[in-house]
C-alpha cells in the first residue's frame, strides 16, 4: 500500500458526460501528479500540482483539468468525454515539487474510466 | 527518437533469469527508475540507478546502464511466479518551462513466468 488512495476505482459513463476522478496524496506530500495509461499510448503524465499550485502540464487535453485542494487532495476532471479516453487514471504524489532529479513518485491504485 | 523504447512481453520459466531491456532518450538524465505495476495494482518503485554508475545490484535485481547507447538493463535472478507483472523503464526529464522533473515511461515490458 503506497499511501496514495484514488476514488472511484471503476467508473463508466457514456460519451459526452463529465466525470471527477479524486486523489489523496500520502501524508505529508505537497505534490500530485496525475496519468494515464492506456494500451497504444501507454503511461501518459498529464499535470502536476505543488502545495496548491499548477506545476507541470505534460499531454494534457483541453477538455481535461485538474486542481488541488488545500488539504492537497486533488481532482481530475474530464468533460466531453470521448471513446478514446477510456483508460485507466494513476495519481502519484511525493513530498517535492520536482526541483531535484532524483523524483520518487508513489502511484495510488488507479480510476478505471470506460466510455461507452 | 521521443520514446522510451520496451520490447511489450517477456516469457521466462521459474528458476531462470529474466532481462528486460530498455533504451531511453535524454543522455543528460541523472536516474533511471524500473518500476513494477502488479495485476489491479499502480506502479511500485523497484530500484534505480544513478547516471554515473555502470551497475547496480539489489538481492535478486541488477541493473546495466550504457551511457553511450543510452540503453539501460533489469535482470531478475531465479525468477518466481511472484514476479508476473508488467515493468516500466522511466527516464527523469526537465520540463525547463516549469523549473520540475518529470518522469517518462517506456510502454512497459509484460513479463510472464512459466511454472
Known amino acids: 500500500d503506497s499511501g496514495v488512495t484514488q476514488t472511484p476505482k471503476h467508473l463508466i459513463t457514456a460519451t459526452g458526460q463529465r466525470v471527477t476522478l479524486r486523489c489523496s496524496p500520502r501524508?505529508?506530500?505537497?505534490?500530485v501528479y496525475w496519468y494515464q495509461q492506456s494500451l497504444d499510448q501507454g503511461l501518459q503524465f498529464l499535470i502536476q500540482?505543488?502545495?496548491?499550485?499548477?506545476?507541470a502540464k505534460g499531454n494534457i487535453l483541453e477538455r481535461f483539468s485538474a486542481q488541488q485542494f488545500p488539504d492537497l487532495h486533488s481532482e481530475l476532471n474530464l468533460s466531453s468525454l470521448e471513446l478514446g479516453d477510456s483508460a485507466l487514471y494513476f495519481c502519484?504524489?511525493?513530498?517535492?515539487?520536482?526541483?531535484?532529479?532524483?523524483?520518487?513518485?508513489?502511484f495510488g491504485p488507479g480510476t478505471r474510466l470506460t466510455v461507452l | 527518437g521521443e520514446d522510451v523504447e520496451q520490447s511489450l512481453f517477456l516469457s521466462v520459466r521459474e528458476g531462470d533469469s529474466s532481462v528486460i531491456n530498455c533504451t531511453y532518450t535524454d543522455s543528460s538524465s541523472t536516474y533511471l527508475y524500473w518500476y513494477k505495476q502488479e495485476p489491479g495494482a499502480g506502479l511500485q518503485l523497484l530500484t534505480y540507478?544513478?547516471?554515473?554508475?555502470d551497475m547496480k545490484q539489489d538481492q535478486r535485481l541488477t541493473v546495466l546502464l550504457n551511457k553511450k547507447d543510452k540503453h539501460l538493463s533489469l535482470r531478475i535472478a531465479d525468477t518466481q511466479t511472484g514476479d508476473s507483472a508488467i515493468y516500466f523503464c522511466?527516464?527523469?526529464?526537465?520540463?525547463?518551462?516549469?523549473?520540475?522533473?518529470?518522469?517518462?515511461f517506456g510502454k512497459g515490458t509484460k513479463l510472464s513466468v512459466i511454472p
Open positions: 522511466a527516464e527523469i526529464r526537465l520540463y525547463s518551462g516549469a523549473g520540475s522533473y518529470q518522469l517518462t
Open positions: 501524508s505529508g506530500d505537497l505534490s
Open positions: 540507478i544513478f547516471s554515473n554508475m
Open positions: 500540482y505543488y502545495n496548491g499550485e499548477e506545476r
Open positions: 502519484a504524489s511525493s513530498p517535492t515539487g520536482g526541483e531535484s532529479s532524483y523524483n520518487e513518485q508513489f
